[in-house]
């Protein structure tokens, strides 16, 4: 059953992936925000499936890589869920316009930003937890932890005020259409991680 749970979950993270990278393309923000919750649902079982399998010397690797996923996860949850109820089912001043709609690029777009520095991190540590036996495992390793680079980024951009609501929005596409390109291999390589795996 434990394999299994990886495997799926990295079968569903793969499919919220695509249809995020979908979404941002044709500017259906709704299917965007929706997909982003799907990522994060599938986020934290594949996280704790490399806390799981891992070697007894690296399992505080996986195990931060947990607590670091259940952060991102509450985070994102909150941020699309009020986009998706909230923000989309009334009608707002303008000040709370500015901050909860994620189009402005206020306070909850800067949290999402935190999420995504904080999964960054996650990856990091569960690259550091897996143990390398087959070229897939090598590849899956090297990728979660160079994808922890984009923690620098995701949290340091916020702070300098990088993003504005009258930023070209084809700018964002493009930097989201790029870490779905990156992002979806993971997904894919998780699951012959986990299929390769004893119970």
Known sequence: MDKKI????????????????LSMLFGFD??????????????????????HFAEKEAKLAGYVSVAF??????????????????????????????LLDFQQCGLLFNYDLLGYAVMSLATFFAGL?????TKTDKWLKYQLMVHGI?????????????????SPTWIGVVVLEFWCLYFCPISVLSYLHFSNCGE
């Open 69 to 98: 996923s259940a952060i991102y996860t509450a985070i994102i949850l909150l941020v699309y869920f009020a986009q998706i109820t909230t923000v989309r089912l009334n009608d707002l001043t303008h000040q709370a316009t500015m």
């Open 30 to 51: 709704y299917g965007s925000y929706f997909s982003s919750m799907f990522i994060a649902f599938s986020f934290v079982p594949m996280m704790c499936g490399y806390a």
């Open 129 to 133: 937890a897996i143990s390398v036996g």
């Open 6 to 21: 990886g495997m799926y979950s990295s079968v569903v993270n793969f499919i919220a992936v695509v249809c995020f990278a």
């Open 150 to 166: 984009f923690f620098i980024s995701c949290l340091i951009m916020p702070m300098i005020g990088a993003f504005k609501a009258n």
